[in-house]
């Protein structure tokens, strides 16, 4: 019997979909966590759970102890303090492959993220740093980017939901709270805005259906050595996402383009903030293509996508009602 796969970042909104997904094919799993806030949770699934903190090396080499794989899912958009993007994103990917090579481990399963690349904005840089780590790494690896992930809990559907519920009032949620005050003057100026044409696109994909490939990446020797972008089955411009979205919600909203000049000069007054809603960087990254090349991820494992429609309504059933 082989040892347990060790999965970073287990209480995380992929991260607690995939153990229970390996728990429910009887793998055995070890979660690793930087508290023991969600321990419970994780525990009644069947995990062995044990703390580990990717800017640790020591301590990710004493969680991963007798494990034969590593799911590496720790990755952060927005910097906080001393977690920035080059000490969670790629330090910390170098930690644990450094720490699943001095352990023996035979896999190395990193998540990454669609659009991960040396020329993009940091955030998307700071992936494909955290890639080349990887890849130098020493151990038998499987790297996977996919899209914007739909599935309960948060996400990208959460997300999304928000920009739709509440339009202008979003980031002013983001900052002070009140999402009862905030729905309600929502409904009184029903848009979405939207930052340049609204034209550049995306693959949102539903969790669970990504789920079987990092599964078959546990055992499958012929994906090794690989990258594997995957999408959903629709290419989806933002305006058409949105669209979609607020379609789920029962929502009606109309979208309004805010021309570049106008977008730069909100981005300069949110930089100002403390904890902006949106940052430069990241409104560069929205603002990318983030579609699939190259050979579909599909057809290599397998996988049956849901339409986006489909994924979004079972991503947000039970969220909070309309406004």
């Not at 209480?11 to 930087?34: I, N, Y």
């Not at 050979?295 to 406004?323: D, I, Y």
Request: aromatic share 6%; proline share 7%; net charge positive.
């Amino acid at each position: 019997m082989r040892g347990p796969i060790a999965v970073t970042g287990a209480a995380g909104f992929v991260g607690s979909r995939l153990v229970r997904f390996l728990r429910g094919d009887g793998l055995p799993v070890r979660a690793v966590v930087r508290s023991t806030r969600d321990a419970g949770t994780l525990r009644a699934l069947g995990c062995e759970v044990v703390l580990g903190d990717v800017r640790d090396r020591a301590s990710l080499a004493q969680a991963f102890a007798g494990c034969s794989a590593v799911v590496h899912l720790v990755a952060i958009i927005r910097e906080r303090g001393e977690q920035t993007l080059d000490a969670v994103n790629r330090l910390g990917a170098a930690n644990a492959v450094a720490a699943a090579h001095s352990g023996g481990l035979t896999r190395f399963v990193h998540m990454s993220t669609l659009g991960a690349a040396p020329d993009a904005p940091r955030y998307l840089r700071s992936r494909w740093a955290g890639e080349q780590e990887v890849l130098r790494g020493g151990v038998p690896w499987v790297i996977f980017r996919p899209s914007f992930l739909l599935g309960p809990g948060g996400g990208a559907a959460a997300q999304f939901a928000d920009v739709a519920r509440f339009g202008p009032w979003y980031p002013f949620v983001l900052l002070l709270g009140g999402r009862r005050l905030f729905g309600r003057l929502a409904a009184l100026l029903p848009i979405i805005p939207v930052f340049g044409s609204g034209q550049y696109r995306s693959m949102p994909v539903a969790l669970d259906d990504v789920l079987p490939a990092v599964r078959q990446a546990l055992d499958r020797d012929d994906v090794l050595g690989q990258i594997h972008e995957i999408g959903g089955p629709e290419v989806l411009t933002y305006d058409a996402l949105m669209q979609t979205v607020t379609r789920v919600l029962g929502l009606r909203r109309a979208l309004v383009h805010v021309p570049d000049p106008v977008a730069r000069a909100i981005l300069t007054v949110f930089s100002l903030l403390p904890n902006p809603p949106i940052t430069r960087d990241e409104a560069a990254s929205l603002l990318l293509d983030n579609v699939c090349r190259g050979e579909p991820a599909l057809r290599t494992f397998g996988l049956t996508l849901r339409p986006v429609e489909q994924a979004l309504r079972e991503a947000l059933s039970g969220s909070e009602e309309k406004t």
